[in-house]
């Protein structure tokens, strides 16, 4: 079972940045394909960013495409989701999850066997 641990959410102003962490207890072919997906209170899961740890390859979806960068650090074993020019309507849970490269780009959450807990994002207008 491959553990993910999120941290570095918080609040800010709109406008401002903040950077997710996701360390991945190991990368294996079922967790080569790192996810973020993020919920606000009523509404699904949305995806919002991956990353395929063997091309490498990223995914962005349209609402962040410009705004927010997935990265990685081998050494760290960590996936970073770099957010600028954060919105209110970015406010959410945001949880970072991992399956087979295949899940990349798909953002079906229930495609995705690895979850962390969650960091909370909270942007004021």
């Known amino acids: 079972q491959v553990q993910l641990v999120e941290s570095g959410g918080g609040s800010v102003q709109a406008g401002g940045s903040l950077r997710l962490s996701c360390v991945v207890s190991?990368?294996?072919?079922?967790?080569?394909?790192v996810t973020w997906f993020r919920r606000t209170p009523g509404k699904d899961l949305e995806g919002v960013a991956a990353?395929?740890?063997?091309?490498?390859?990223?995914y962005y979806a349209n609402s962040v495409k410009g705004r927010f960068t997935i990265s990685r650090d081998n050494a760290k074993n960590a996936v970073y989701l770099q957010m600028n020019d954060l919105q209110a309507e970015d406010t959410a849970m945001y949880y970072c999850?991992?399956?087979?490269?295949?899940?990349?780009?798909?953002?079906?959450?229930?495609?995705?066997?690895?979850w962390g807990q969650g960091t909370q994002v909270t942007v004021s207008s």
């Open positions: 999850a991992a399956d087979e490269w295949l899940r990349c780009g798909t953002y079906f959450p229930d495609d995705f066997h690895s």
């Open positions: 190991r990368f294996t072919d079922s967790s080569e394909c």
């Open positions: 990353l395929y740890i063997g091309g490498p390859r990223t």
